[in-house]
């Protein structure tokens, strides 16, 4: 127990130079208690060093192959170096360069046009009165985001279908003809993006209600008695008040613009619409792994990972002029 | 309380509109019950919407015959019981460690370890590696690549280092070391928080896909999601499951068959949501103050 050198208690220029002992003889004390605090520390955290050195900080190593011709033979460290050609290759190759602008265009929309929907969700939730019934609609709008993308893919599947599905029945008895939602680039874009709000607007309107309870109520009170009706509470109160959420928010969302989930593209693209579907952790997946492309599939995957690295920095750089960075 | 008209007229488009909203969250998960429970016919002329025509169970009974699911079943569930208990371990021992100010590099460690979550070597070296330790097709892949989420580590983290340092001071005063005082102080306390932690691992267990996609090739060792996708995606169902005659075939549509798997894979789901919700949104917001 060497609680008597404790930092609370110890005046603090005596670690200097004490009359007793010396500095030396406080400083190696005050050392060696932290480093019997430590021990039991280390002990326990030897194994989490090992997981992200061994999981996480070797296979970036391996990123190597990235400017090399991987082969199987001669294996990540044997195989021949080839400088930048494998990027070369991949934008000077029409296909390639699709894919880049998918992958960058899927994440944007996704980022940008399911912005709002959040926001007036909890604007709308935040005005009601009824506990039972607020109770009631959070539960459902917050259910979508624990089920998996192949649920979601297999409802969009199932509900778009042209022959079997409910939407088409409806549309038959309305126009007398199907339409092929899930094969049309724009329809399937509009869902693509539909299911992004689906799965995730009520999730994240959880933060923009924990903002709204910081509202001072007195506000609505005052701008009640000067006559102020439901609309212009909402613009000049409720908005104002989590204006500083909105931003740190959307920021944040552009950290993002980079990286739309594969689970999302994989179960929702079908061959009708590969020229707009086609993302690079998808081409990864059939083309890098799928047939041993694996030089040109790291080259690509460093080159999303780069790309979001960049952003993320400067978007939480951005938030830290609104005192709200992450780290 | 005089409520104006234009505020009642406020009211009722409010309550009407989350309504709507609130059924758009659920009404497409009754459609595939729906789906699943009605006869060929009906099916066919895409004539079902929220409730079941000519109600039938021979999908649900063919689905359980003919196809793998109730393996895949208890695949998820092993892949989530175990993978989530390790997780809790090892998030603990990197969460409590990282917490104390006085832990030696706390932020060199804590600035490696974010880094990770920024970027990533992807999916090709992770493979190389997975390979590399011969753990291609088995779970120890799913296990070990996914064991600790940087997320959840620091919801864990800001937890223990919220926990006031009189508690550790009285338990050092006590003799207690520091594994004891993790054990019986530390933990006890912090339930609630490792419930919410507890319940993103198993979600994300219970929802692997990716991984399972790259890992494991093994049909017999495929999970729900990778099953499922399979049976969405394949063109020829009816002729894959393995109990059926062609002349079932009237019997059944391949849509039953597909809505029967996707209920398979989203009840459990249901099932557990509303009692563990709570512990959910916690953790949505401990996530969204830090990280």
Same mark, same amino acid.
């Given at each position: 127990m060497n609680r008597l050198y404790d930092q609370n208690e110890r005046p603090k220029a005596?670690?200097?130079?004490?009359?007793?002992?010396?500095?030396?003889?406080?400083?190696?004390?005050?050392?060696?208690?932290?480093?019997?605090?430590?021990?039991?520390?280390?002990?326990?955290?030897?194994?989490?060093?090992?997981?992200?050195?061994?999981?996480?900080?070797?296979?970036?190593?391996?990123?190597?192959?990235?400017?090399?011709?991987?082969?199987?033979?001669?294996?990540?460290?044997?195989?021949?170096?080839v400088g930048l050609d494998?990027?070369?290759?991949?934008?000077?190759?029409?296909?390639?360069?699709?894919?880049?602008?998918?992958?960058?265009?899927?994440?944007?929309?996704?980022?940008?046009?399911?912005?709002?929907?959040p926001i007036v969700l909890a604007l709308l939730l935040n005005e009601v009165r009824r506990l039972w019934f607020k109770k009631w609609v959070q539960t459902l709008v917050y259910l979508p985001y624990f089920l998996n993308w192949v649920i979601v893919g297999g409802l969009v599947v199932m509900v778009f279908a042209q022959e079997t599905g409910f939407v088409n029945y409806i549309l038959k008895l309305l126009t007398g003809k199907?339409?092929?939602?899930?094969?049309?680039?724009?329809?399937?874009?509009?869902?693509?993006?539909?299911?992004?709000?689906?799965?995730?607007?009520?999730?994240?309107?959880?933060?923009?209600l924990a903002a709204l309870t910081t509202i001072d109520p007195h506000l609505y009170e005052a701008s009640a008695i000067d006559g102020a009706g439901k609309g212009r509470q909402i613009w000049h109160i409720t908005l104002p008040g989590i204006r500083s959420t909105i931003?740190?928010?959307?920021?944040?969302?552009?950290?993002?613009?980079?990286?739309?989930?594969?689970?999302?593209?994989?179960?929702?693209?079908?061959?009708?619409?590969?020229?707009?579907?086609?993302?690079?952790?998808t081409w990864n997946y059939k083309y890098g792994l799928g047939t041993g492309e694996f030089s040109y599939g790291t080259a690509l995957g460093l080159l999303e990972s780069l790309v979001g690295l960049i952003l993320v920095l400067t978007a939480n750089a951005a938030a830290k002029k609104f005192d709200q960075g992450l780290w | 309380m005089g409520t104006s008209l234009g505020e009642r007229m406020f009211y009722a488009v409010n309550y009407a509109l989350l309504g709507i909203i609130g059924l758009i969250c659920i009404v497409p998960l009754f459609h595939i019950v729906a789906l699943s429970l009605? %006869?060929? @016919?009906?099916?066919?002329?895409?004539?079902? !919407?929220?409730?079941?025509?000519?109600?039938?169970?021979?999908?649900?009974?063919?689905?359980?015959? %003919?196809? @793998?699911?109730?393996?895949?079943?208890?695949? !998820?569930?092993?892949?989530?019981?175990?993978?989530?208990?390790?997780?809790?371990?090892?998030?603990?021992?990197?969460?409590?460690?990282l917490a104390k100010k006085h832990f030696y590099f706390r932020r060199f460690f804590t600035l490696a370890i974010v880094f990770t979550m920024l970027f990533k070597a992807g999916m090709i070296p992770d493979y190389l590696l997975v390979k590399s330790l011969g753990l291609v097709n088995t779970y120890w892949s799913l296990w070990l690549m996914g064991l600790i989420s940087v997320y959840n580590l620091l919801i864990l983290r800001s937890f223990f280092a919220g926990m006031p340092e009189e508690l550790e001071d009285a338990a050092r005063i006590d003799g207690s070391g520091e594994w004891r005082l993790l054990g019986q102080i530390i933990l006890p306390l912090s339930l609630p928080v490792i419930a919410t932690v507890t319940l993103f691992y198993a979600v994300g267990h219970w929802n692997a896909f990716f991984n399972v996609m790259i890992y494991i090739h093994d049909a017999e060792k495929y999970n729900l999601s990778v099953l499922v996708q399979n049976m969405i995606r394949s063109s020829s169902i009816l002729a894959e499951m393995s109990n059926l005659n062609p002349e079932d075939y009237v019997q059944l549509t391949p849509e039953a068959v597909k809505s029967a798997s996707v209920v398979v894979m989203t009840v459990p789901m249901l099932l557990v949501y509303p009692f563990l919700q709570k512990y959910f949104v916690k953790g949505a917001l401990i996530g969204a103050v830090k990280g």
């Open positions: 005596s670690s200097r130079a004490s009359p007793v002992l010396g500095g030396r003889g406080i400083a190696a004390l005050r050392r060696s208690r932290t480093w019997n605090l430590n021990k039991p520390l280390l002990l326990m955290f030897a194994p989490v060093v090992l997981f992200f050195l061994l999981f996480r900080y070797v296979p970036m190593l391996g990123i190597v192959i990235a400017f090399k011709e991987y082969n199987f033979g001669d294996g990540i460290w044997g195989s021949p170096w494998n990027y070369r290759y991949l934008f000077g190759n029409p296909q390639m360069i699709g894919i880049i602008r998918n992958t960058f265009m899927l994440s944007a929309l996704n980022v940008f046009v399911g912005f709002p929907f199907p339409y092929p939602f899930l094969y049309e680039k724009h329809s399937w874009l509009t869902i693509f993006v539909g299911t992004t709000i689906w799965k995730g607007a009520g999730w994240t309107a959880i933060i923009y931003a740190l928010m959307f920021i944040l969302n552009i950290g993002h613009v980079m990286d739309v989930g594969f689970d999302q593209v994989y179960t929702l693209q079908n061959s009708m619409v590969s020229d707009i579907s086609e993302v690079i952790s | 009605s %006869g060929p @016919d009906a099916i066919a002329t895409g004539r079902v !919407s929220f409730w079941p025509v000519e109600p039938t169970l021979l999908a649900y009974k063919h689905m359980i015959d %003919g196809t @793998d699911i109730l393996n895949a079943f208890k695949n !998820s569930v092993i892949i989530t019981a175990a993978g989530t208990a390790m997780n809790l371990v090892f998030t603990i021992l990197a969460a409590y460690p």
